[in-house]
């Protein structure tokens, strides 16, 4: 593209992006297409020729913008409330015009250097102990899986050499979490060939928080059967409720038994910068690794996730392999990206978090999240004052799960399915759900950069009036 086109094109796409943002709150925050819309409108077959980028951007308005689900509406309260930043956005765009693959320290030393300073800045800002140091993966069922692999390692069974199959005499490992925690440490133990069987899950208490002393039991019962416990995985925000399995507890656990400890806090851990929600975060500087993802809640735009290890070397030991052509001079003194997992060329993901961190300083940042914990707990009184509603989990950050129950109703799963329907039906609000001991549960997530006092406002109002309207 000749410079003075991609001039033009560079700044009409930037233009776009601030009138959809100012514009964001009219779009409907769900797509309305129906499944295959988008597929049946596009060619089938690609281009011979190539087109005018100024009827590919058309296309953007005709086609793709319909198709999307806004998840920077600010009325976007489903799974976890996440949104990207501007300067998030000029994060992707020149780590796209760079197109590193940090692999090798001098492939992309830029990548490689500001991923230390930046995570460690983080690091500092969630007041981890310089013993921690972090790697940067796609997301957290990425990060979780190499933490699990590395807590493998650790066992030293020779996996990494002879693999698991064929071994008769191998233990069964097992891995503990508790019954809330994310699909990704399901999926991590298929993938690492452990396999489900090895998965523990382990009771939880009446605010959704693992048990540790039946963990202990757990762990006693599996040893006293030759299984062979290599991690435990405490949740600190979980997914459905955002329940904070005690850490602090477990971590005494894992010090019995010398089992490896891997918190979760994909989610929470950015709340970890409020000295006032600290607490919650107590002995997780006793793990030996943390995943946290500055995707979700850090305004950083998808994907970044960050896994943060007492020793990244166990990692390398489990993940290092170099061929020839990837032999270099250096490769004693430097970092090489590469050699910390299975992916060989990395992208510059760190760029992102830097102008993230920078532009809105750790105070701004505090600010932000502060204010989503308030207007969370601000929603939740609103269904603690109405007799048609109820609370169904603590409210630790900045999640609210509650359901309606009106009385003289008698189907209170099938009433709050309808109306959660309704409401993301209307296209002004979505939100999900989860199922807490049996209950249908409204989950409503506050987390979006945009998001203000009124938009809670009005998703109150969308629900009580939909309820009205259904029950
Ligand atoms: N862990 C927790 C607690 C989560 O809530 C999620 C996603 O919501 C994940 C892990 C997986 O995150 P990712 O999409 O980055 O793999």
Redesign the pocket.
């Known amino acids: 593209m000749p410079s003075e086109d991609f001039r033009r094109f560079g700044r009409e796409l930037v233009d776009w992006i601030v009138a959809y943002f100012e514009s964001i709150e009219e779009y409907p925050v769900l797509s309305q297409i129906e499944p295959g819309w988008l597929k049946a409108n596009v060619p089938q077959a690609p281009p011979e020729n190539g087109e005018d980028f100024g009827d590919v951007l058309n296309d953007v308005d005709e086609l793709i913008l319909p198709s999307v689900t806004h998840w920077n509406h600010p009325n976007f309260h489903g ?2 409330s996440t949104s990207t930043s501007s300067v998030g956005i000029f994060g992707e765009m020149l780590a796209a015009a760079f197109d590193m693959k940090a692999m090798l320290w001098r492939t992309s030393p830029a990548s490689t250097e500001l991923e230390d300073v930046t995570l460690d800045w983080l690091r500092q800002m969630m007041g981890l102990p310089d013993t921690f140091e972090g790697i940067i993966y796609d ?4 990060s ?1 899986m190499h933490a699990i692999a590395a807590a493998r390692e650790r066992a030293d069974l020779n996996i990494r050499d002879e693999g698991m199959s064929g071994r008769p005499h191998l233990p069964l490992l097992r891995v503990y979490c508790s019954e809330h925690v ?1 699909s ?1 440490i399901d999926k991590s133990v298929i993938t690492l060939g452990l396999g489900q069987r090895s998965l523990r899950k382990i009771a939880v208490n009446e605010r959704f928080e693992m048990i540790a002393e039946k963990l202990a039991e757990a762990i006693d019962q599996d040893m006293a059967a030759d299984h062979r416990p290599i991690c435990v995985i405490p ?1 600190i ?3 459905s409720t955002s329940s904070v399995d005690p850490v602090n507890a477990i971590a005494d656990v894992c010090e019995k038994f010398g089992v490896w400890m891997h918190v ?1 806090a ?2 929470a851990g950015p709340a970890a910068i409020l000295p006032e929600i600290r607490p919650l975060f107590k002995g997780w500087e006793r793990a030996d690794s943390i ?1 946290v ?1 500055p ?2 809640w850090l305004f950083t735009p998808f ?1 970044l ?1 960050v896994l943060y290890c007492r020793d990244l070397g166990i990692l390398k030991q489990a993940f290092s392999l170099v061929p020839e052509y990837l032999k270099t001079s250096d490769q004693e003194t430097v970092k090489n990206g590469m050699d910390y997992g299975i992916q060989l060329g990395r992208r510059f993901r760190a760029l992102k978090l830097w102008f993230v961190i920078r532009y809105f300083g750790v105070d701004g940042i505090a600010a932000r999240l502060r204010e989503h914990c308030r207007l969370a707990h601000l929603f939740a009184s609103w269904v603690e004052q109405s007799e048609n509603w109820e609370m169904l989990a603590p409210v630790p950050f900045a999640l609210v799960c509650f359901r309606a129950c009106p009385k003289g109703s008698q189907d209170f799963d099938a009433l709050n399915e309808k109306l959660m329907n309704a409401v993301n039906a209307t296209g002004e609000a979505y939100l999900s759900h989860t199922k807490l001991n049996g209950k249908f549960t409204l989950r409503l997530s506050v987390g979006s950069i945009r998001v203000e006092e009124r938009h809670l406002v009005k998703v109150w109002e969308l629900l009580t009036t939909t309820l009205a309207s259904i029950a």
């Open positions: 799974l976890f997301t957290a069922s990425v979780t994310h990704s949740t925000g979980t997914t979760d994909a989610y995943v993802n995707h979700k994907d996730s």
